[in-house]
């Protein structure tokens, strides 16, 4: 091995042990029983079940990670469809003020959400959608800015003559973008679903202050007031916490080959 | 002839930059027209202005007849074949040829069975039928070309415009590819378009040149024309390899190409140039001399057989007078005779 491949291959390890370590670690607590959860080189075995016990009868998991995936889905669907239009739409016709149109969407990159929650909850408020799935997810439109910039890179890496050869062919616009664009931007869409799903997946604060009621929360939010009720007792919150992440995870087992083709496709010949 | 298209007073500017600036041009209906010059002479945006990929800012564009200014590209009766093909990577051969036919804007409506049998007349006319079920990604440069040109010429358009169609091929496909192209253009009997920056390309294609100057047209007729009556030293220059030797004398500018130049004894009235060799190139046919002179270099062909002079010895050729191009010193242009 040469040592430029020795050198990056420290590096990731040194990566892939800080990213994995944690997870490692709560895994294996969640299996440890009560009086060994506090001791951290202690070994999981033998497998103990009961914080998972503990967890699923405590925990509306059903209805947690129902209502997390409901969310997750919609917000990701609709950040697509709405970011894929507006990708195209700058880059297919020629938009009046088109450098002031991405200022303001690279602006909003910036803009912490955070500083956007009370206006979005008073607008929430005022439409009668607290404790509905409407004020869940379509406030969460509203960070669609980095969809659609990734979507417009993407876009812009195209032949521009393919956009010209559907017009000699006499293609209209719809017809172009259904086509034409989006069977070429599926990679594209594949990975910015992806990044978008997870991050919505991860969402806490906004789901905390939509949907406050046990009917509709989401799974972070049940985690939390999981925590809440059952105390310091961290052998079940670990559990809960594992069985949390299980349809991300097996998303990314499912999708990985996909999000890497993803990455590698994003420069199309 | 009747026309086939035709620029009145187009105008394109980029900003400041006047691209295109073209008082009247025609090509004849079923003409093969190569349209040539140096790169930035404007002669891809005469393209893409036919083609209504863009617009003129000033004048009208005719195709057969028809105003088509304000039409877009679909509704022209037209088609291109784009320098890099610009085929749709995603489809297959048979699909990026068919696309057209299976549009909302075509008409007739087609049976799925008619427009698989319009791929295939179309693949069989370009002897591409082995390859329709490939992916554009799997073919070679000759062969992309190939279905480029099936998918523009499906729809039977009046009028076919080439963007450097042979620039993208290699030096042996190339010779090839322009046979095909003389082919090709005898069996559809369509106007055709060939945008080139290369002078013996454009000169062995065309039944009609325009040769482009920094936007403006330097001078549009049958390449044989253009060649023997250049009407600007630019023009006379540009075609022809090497190019025509230019030298001033008695207040004008007295141009012969290479390939006039006798050797031996002066016939009567013929032009005496006088020079030293400097460069013998062997040419596969012949030699070219490449001599100095007080008056500036000139450079002569000498055919094959006749020995060449040594370096370094004194040469003396001679120009029929017929073969003398007269230009005006100042403004470069052909003065009669």
Known sequence: MRRADLRHHATLGIAVVASTAPLLWALASSFKPVNRIYDPVAPPWPVSFDNYRVALTGFPIASLLGNTLLMASAVTAMQLVVAVLAAYGMVRFKVRRAGLLLAALTGALVVPTQSLMVPHFLMLVELGWRNTYAGLVVPQLSGCALAVLLLRQNLLALPPNLFAAAAIDAATPGETLWRVVLPLLRPAMSSVGILVFVATWNEYLWPLLAVPDTDHATIQIGLQSFMNSEGANHGPLLAAAMLSTIPVVAMYLVASRRIVDAFLHSGLR | ?337
């Open chain 2, 1 to 337: 002839m009747s026309a086939g298209i035709v620029l009145d007073g187009v105008v394109k500017r980029y900003g400041d930059h006047v691209a295109l600036d073209v008082d009247h041009l025609a090509v004849p209906r079923g003409a093969l027209a190569v349209v040539v010059g140096p790169s930035g002479c404007g002669k891809s945006t005469a393209l893409r202005l036919v083609s209504g990929l863009d617009r003129p800012d000033e004048g009208r564009i005719w195709i057969d007849g028809s105003d088509v200014t304000d039409r877009p590209p679909g509704a022209r009766s037209l088609s291109m074949v784009f320098q890099d093909f610009a085929l749709y990577p995603h489809l297959t051969v048979a699909e990026n040829i068919g696309f057209s036919l299976t549009l909302r804007a075509h008409r007739p409506r087609l049976s799925r069975a008619s427009v698989d049998a319009k791929v295939s007349s179309a693949a069989a006319l370009l002897r591409i039928d082995e390859l329709l079920h490939r992916r554009p990604s799997q073919l070679s440069g000759g062969q992309r070309q190939r279905v480029a040109i099936a998918r523009a010429i499906i729809r039977e358009p009046e009028v076919l415009l080439l963007d450097e169609p042979l620039s993208s091929l290699d030096a042996q496909l190339r010779h090839h590819a322009r046979t095909e192209l003389l082919r090709l253009h005898r069996e559809l009997r369509s106007t055709i378009v060939l945008v080139t920056h290369d002078q013996s390309e454009a000169l062995s294609m065309a039944d009609h040149l325009v040769v482009l100057d920094q936007g403006r047209v330097a001078q549009a007729g049958p390449p044989q024309e253009v060649y023997d009556h250049p009407a600007t030293t630019f023009v006379a220059r540009f075609l022809g390899a090497p190019p025509m030797n230019l030298q001033s004398r008695d207040g004008l500018l007295l141009g012969w190409r290479p390939e006039a130049a006798l050797f031996g004894a002066a016939p009567p009235g013929a032009h005496s140039v006088a020079g030293t060799v400097d460069v013998v190139e062997y040419t596969g046919d012949g030699h070219l001399v490449t001599c100095t002179a007080p008056t500036g270099p000139w450079s002569a062909r000498v055919p094959g057989g006749t020995p060449p002079p040594p370096p370094g010895s004194a040469l003396t050729v001679h120009v029929p007078a017929a073969s003398l191009h007269r230009f005006d010193a100042t403004t470069g242009t052909r003065l009669t005779g």
